[in-house]
């Protein structure tokens, strides 16, 4: 992307996988504890790729640890960029599946299972929803 498209260009770029976690025709969507940036925003659950990590591996590995799920991934989405004020992330959504798991909190203050009607509602953080809008359009 050039500098002239794009006034907010930074040098502090995070890859960040998130998972839209389908089970019985309902998402999971998570919401941000109080004291994670963008508090008590809504969020699709996953977190930062690490170096020499592959973004599904990533996905897998984050799931499991902040929510103790298993999931199967499906399908991927198109990476949306996102520039906060600070920084600027690329945001890689994965339509996936729930396996197995019973749901613990470990960074998250509640999560939800909604229908896709009941998604857009939510006050979402800003990165988030351009993936939201991409999703709402995918037939399950």
Same mark, same amino acid.
Request: hydrophobic share 40%; proline share 4%; aromatic share 10%.
């Given at each position: 992307?050039?500098?002239?498209?794009?006034?907010?260009?930074?040098?502090?770029?995070?890859?960040?996988?998130?998972?839209?976690?389908?089970?019985?025709?309902?998402?999971?969507?998570?919401?941000?504890?109080?004291?994670?940036?963008?508090?008590?925003?809504?969020?699709?659950?996953?977190?930062?790729?690490?170096?020499?990590?592959?973004?599904?591996?990533?996905? !897998?590995? *984050?799931? @499991?640890?902040?929510?103790? $799920?298993?999931?199967?991934? %499906?399908?991927? #989405?198109?990476?949306?960029?996102? &520039?906060?004020?600070?920084?600027?992330?690329?945001?890689?959504?994965?339509?996936?599946?729930?396996?197995?798991?019973?749901?613990? !909190?470990? *960074?998250? @203050?509640?999560?939800?299972? $909604?229908?896709?009607?009941? %998604?857009?509602? #939510?006050?979402?953080?800003?990165? &988030?929803?351009?993936?939201?809008?991409?999703?709402?359009?995918?037939?399950?």
């Amino acid at each position: 992307m050039n500098s002239y498209c794009n006034p907010k260009i930074h040098s502090f770029m995070l890859n960040v996988t998130c998972a839209i976690i389908l089970k019985d025709n309902k998402i999971l969507v998570a919401q941000r504890s109080e004291t994670m940036k963008l508090p008590l925003k809504w969020e699709f659950p996953g977190g930062k790729v690490e170096e020499n990590e592959t973004e599904e591996n990533c996905l !897998l590995r *984050e799931i @499991k640890e902040e929510l103790n $799920l298993d999931i199967q991934i %499906l399908k991927r #989405l198109e990476t949306k960029r996102f &520039d906060y004020d600070t920084f600027s992330i690329n945001l890689i959504p994965f339509i996936s599946q729930y396996l197995t798991g019973e749901l613990v !909190l470990s *960074e998250h @203050k509640a999560v939800k299972w $909604l229908s896709k009607e009941e %998604l857009f509602p #939510l006050d979402w953080a800003a990165a &988030d929803i351009p993936v939201l809008e991409e999703f709402l359009k995918y037939k399950l």
